[in-house]
């Protein structure tokens, strides 16, 4: 049998998603069956894991719910924060929309501990924002820093790139030449927004909120730099229990949990889109 | 409305890089702990980051991680862009959403993923585990950035150089390459800045080795030291100097063309 061109130039992807995506998650399945506290893998098949965290007296949904909280918080926020400057990139800034675009792709080049970092040194006591203020006004700054609101601000700051670029290609779907005719033929600027650049967009929105809600539910950084341990999240409940737990059967359990929580996600927004129109295929 | 607007980015872009102007800040110190305003100015802790051995030793496996991702990546994202959107086939709807799974997945999980993966098969965990495990995010990344380039390419070229008689390494050499050069050039640039930046999975991933980013988060959580700032600005410095030197070439190489 001859191959195509088309899958055998999809051969060596392929090969890679198998062995890095697929077979790595068959193995964290396969880990979750396995003896709690054990290394047995594919020796034994149980439950147990599954059982410990649904038992009620496991306070482990707590961790879930507070992941799933500020997931959606963050795409809340970042979709008001982010729709402005994606129609700025998309429709006004022109010749600069390249320059700016550059300036929110570039702090994806550094790692997020290091950008988290800078915050801390922003608010902490006697850093920079405690600092100008005692030297201008007398006042000490605020005391923000280790809470439930910081890990959120935190994670609003890292993920604006992936809730901005898909926008900004949502919106530049959206014909110039429609929404004219809409407001030759008396549209309202509201109605604009509402009945035609909205739902032109949509692929791109999808698109920004599935990637930010599903990257803020995973994130992990942003809770233990930022957040001191006032509130573990799902990830590090994970991270614990393959480190210090040394749990690796319950960790991979509580993985496979929200493995499946993503994926069905996922799998339901993204088996709509249609790629090509998005990316741009004319 | 359109100066709203372009006021809202600006206040953005100033947030998007004030706490990197902090490491800055508190790189520039001389006290052992950050004060501000900063009482006195120092270049110290850059002459000590810059002479450390161990940081050395970090840079240069951040950079073997980074440049084996980069060749990698842009071979199979070529490759695997062509798949995505020059051929018309059967599978490439499914082919186009399973390529974007890795992207839409947490990668501290992936990193722990993969963790558990190479201990089943009992593979040694290095600094060439830590590029499997980026591979596996960065290549989707990769192929889409050559795929957008791809979209604009027309195949019509192609099957006229066939028709003419090309070999199929001539028509690579001759006409997809010399076309999609750009995007791929691209795809490279994303490839090495990804990996160099990279903290989640390789944090689980190098084994024994260790890279700039896990460097900086193990001084971050114990054991802080001004060398933390520093080495992240210096770090932030590179990934702009490469950016800057691969955007401009590619900016130069356009316009020569153009004017030929």
């Not at chain 1, 006004?137 to 809730?163: Q, S």
């Not at chain 2, 970090?58 to 060749?71: D, E, F, G, Q, W």
């Not at chain 2, 593979?123 to 979209?151: D, E, N, R």
Request: proline share 6%; net charge positive.
């Amino acid at each position: 049998m001859r191959l195509g061109p088309g899958p055998r130039h999809a051969i060596p992807v392929g090969i890679l998603l198998l062995l890095g995506f697929a077979a790595p998650l068959v193995a964290v399945t396969a880990y979750s069956l396995a003896t709690p506290r054990s290394f047995d893998v594919f020796r034994s098949l149980t439950l147990a894991n599954y059982r410990t965290i649904l038992d009620p007296a496991n306070t482990v949904w707590l961790s879930f719910a507070w992941s799933l909280l500020l997931a959606a918080a963050t795409v809340v926020l970042l979709a008001a924060i982010a729709y402005p400057i994606a129609y700025g990139l998309a429709r006004l800034f022109g010749r600069w929309a390249g320059l700016v675009g550059l300036l929110f792709v570039f702090p994806l080049f550094i790692s997020e501990n290091v950008r988290l970092y800078g915050w801390v040194l922003f608010f902490i006591k006697g850093g920079v924002l405690d600092g100008t203020l005692r030297t201008l006004l007398g006042i000490g700054g605020p005391d923000v820093l280790f809470t439930p609101g910081m890990i959120l601000f935190g994670m609003v700051y890292v993920y604006l790139p992936f809730m901005l670029f898909p926008l900004t290609l949502g919106l530049a779907m959206v014909p110039r030449d429609l929404i004219d005719a809409a407001r030759d033929m008396g549209a309202s600027r509201l109605q604009i927004w509402r009945e035609v650049e909205l739902p032109l967009a949509m692929p791109g929105i999808l698109i920004g909120f599935l990637l930010t809600f599903v990257l803020g539910a995973g994130a992990v950084a942003e809770a233990k730099v930022l957040g001191g341990q006032s509130v573990i999240v799902i990830t590090h409940d994970i991270e614990i229990a393959f480190t210090y737990a040394q749990n690796w059967p319950l960790g991979s359990a509580l993985a496979v949990l929200l493995t499946l929580l993503i994926g069905t996600l996922v799998l339901l927004v993204l088996w709509r889109l249609d790629l090509d129109r998005i990316l741009g295929r004319r | 409305m359109r100066r709203a607007i372009g006021l809202w980015t600006g206040l953005v872009v100033v947030m998007l890089y004030l706490p990197v102007l902090c490491g800055v800040l508190a790189s520039l110190g001389q006290s052992r702990y950050f004060r501000f305003p900063v009482q006195q100015w120092s270049t110290a802790w850059w002459e000590r980051t810059l002479s450390s051995i161990e940081i050395g030793i970090l840079i240069r496996t951040s950079l073997a991680i980074a440049a084996c991702v980069t060749v990698a990546a842009v071979v199979i994202g070529f490759v695997g862009a062509l798949a995505f959107a020059r051929y018309d086939w059967r599978g490439r709807r499914l082919y186009q959403k399973l390529l974007l799974l890795p992207i839409f997945f947490p990668q501290p999980v992936l990193g722990l993923a993969l963790l558990l993966w190479f201990n089943a098969l009992g593979a040694p965990l290095s600094w060439w585990t830590a590029v499997v495990a980026h591979l596996v995010w960065i290549v989707p990344v990769v192929t889409l950035v050559i795929a957008i380039q791809v979209y604009g390419f027309d195949p019509a070229l192609e099957e006229a150089a066939a028709d003419m008689g090309a070999s199929r390494l001539m028509v690579l050499r001759e006409v997809t390459l010399p076309l999609l050069w750009p995007g791929i050039w691209s795809g490279a640039l994303f490839a090495f800045l990804l990996s160099w930046g990279n903290f989640p999975l390789s944090l689980y991933t190098t084994g024994a080795d260790s890279t700039v980013p896990e460097w900086l988060y193990a001084k971050m959580v114990a054991g802080y030291t001004p060398m933390v700032p520093t080495l992240g600005t210096l770090a932030t410095l590179a990934a702009a100097g490469a950016l800057l030197l691969g955007g401009g070439l590619l900016a130069l190489v356009r316009r020569v063309r153009e004017a030929g």
